[in-house]
């Protein structure tokens, strides 16, 4: 390849040319799961509290719908990464949580797996025996710890910083690996350093991000932003090859276009959405990525507003910078306030 031939080709993929429009499930690579819309606290701006009033339906996604269609021993074997995260619940209090990390260890002994909760649930020696079978594999927690005892419960309302601490470490001293997530307000801002310097301590991963619902108690720092990155859409299914599934098992390209946000479809969208094909208790895995919904929403992700709107040349909210130049967005808006404006017109508490 001669020169010019390597510019061209550094142009497209900067701009997405060089991206395939689809993915099928042979291609699967990443898979996000919200296996539960259970939860134990309350956080303050949590999509359950913010726009559903603390009022969802408890609601398990089928441990026999994991393990015979989305987690099969064949299907598994071509996956490098599953995060048990979710929009509604946590999924420690999933309620085949034990059953399922035993499949994981079955199925997906290579996998990188991470469980991202509070970590205010279950009793100390649950975590201890947890890290001892995280011990052997690149399985991860990360807890969700927004300051200390003075500041972590204002955000994670019914969660105690101290039983989360001590869960942790029960953790991490029986052998896991933990990531510490560290969600930075006007408010705990200043606690960042301390945070930082215990998981130094305690070879614990750090991960300070920004929230994108900030609003009046709960402040936009001030020597955090978040950084915005011009030119192509950074669609995540396409980036990292993966697919989205909720509690319901309903199946989508990610969290964003899941039917909780039909809110926010276009009309083509709401016109192809059938929940039945793309019910994982319902049909297969293929069947549902080869539903009209889900291949129009990916082959025209750069044409819909929502995908536009929440990942268009955007860096995710992990990449929080200290004490940096703010930087713009696409639309020469403050990093982050394209979201609050959004959800503004939702519950009109945001700034």
């Not at 997405?16 to 259970?38: E, H, M």
């Not at 089928?62 to 929009?87: A, P, Y």
């Not at 069947?287 to 995710?316: H, L, P, W």
Request: glycine share 6%.
């Amino acid at each position: 390849m001669n020169i010019k031939e390597q510019k061209i080709a550094n142009i497209k993929r900067m701009i997405g040319l060089d991206l395939p429009k689809s993915i099928n499930s042979k291609d699967i690579d990443f898979v996000d799961l919200a296996i539960t819309s259970r939860c134990n606290i309350n956080c303050a701006l949590c999509q359950t509290t913010l726009v559903h009033d603390g009022k969802i339906p408890i609601v398990d996604l089928d441990i026999n719908v994991l393990k015979n269609k989305i987690l099969t021993r064949e299907q598994t074997r071509n996956f490098k990464m599953v995060i048990c995260c979710g929009s509604f619940g946590d999924p420690m209090m999933y309620k085949w949580i034990d059953e399922l990390i035993d499949h994981f260890i079955d199925v997906g002994p290579h996998l990188f797996l991470q469980f991202n909760t509070n970590g205010s649930m279950r009793k100390t020696e649950w975590w201890t025996n947890l890290g001892k079978t995280f011990k052997d594999y690149n399985y991860h927690v990360q807890f969700g710890i927004d300051g200390f005892e003075d500041t972590h419960s204002k955000y994670r309302i019914g969660s105690n910083f101290n039983t989360v601490m001590e869960h942790m470490m029960a953790y991490i001293n029986a052998g896991g690996k933990a990531v510490w997530q560290f969600i930075i307000f006007d408010y705990n801002e200043h606690q960042v350093n301390r945070a930082e310097q215990i998981c130094r301590e305690h070879d614990i991963r750090f991960q300070p991000i920004m929230s994108y619902k900030y609003c009046e108690g709960f402040g936009r720092p001030k020597d955090w932003r978040i950084g915005w990155l011009p030119g192509r859409l950074n669609c995540k299914t396409i980036d990292d090859k993966s697919i989205y599934v909720d509690e319901n098992g309903y199946l989508t390209p990610c969290c964003f276009t899941n039917p909780a946000n039909k809110m926010y479809y276009n009309e083509k969208q709401l016109m192809l959405l059938d929940k039945e094909s793309i019910n994982l208790n319902n049909v297969t895995l293929e069947e549902a990525m080869d539903s009209d919904f889900f291949k129009y929403t990916v082959k025209n992700r750069d044409d819909i507003g929502m995908c536009s709107f929440f990942c268009k040349g955007q860096k995710r909210f992990e990449a929080a910078n200290k004490k940096c130049k703010p930087l713009k967005d696409p639309f020469h808006r403050d990093a982050g306030s394209s979201r609050g404006d959004f959800l503004k017109k939702i519950k009109g508490k945001i700034k």
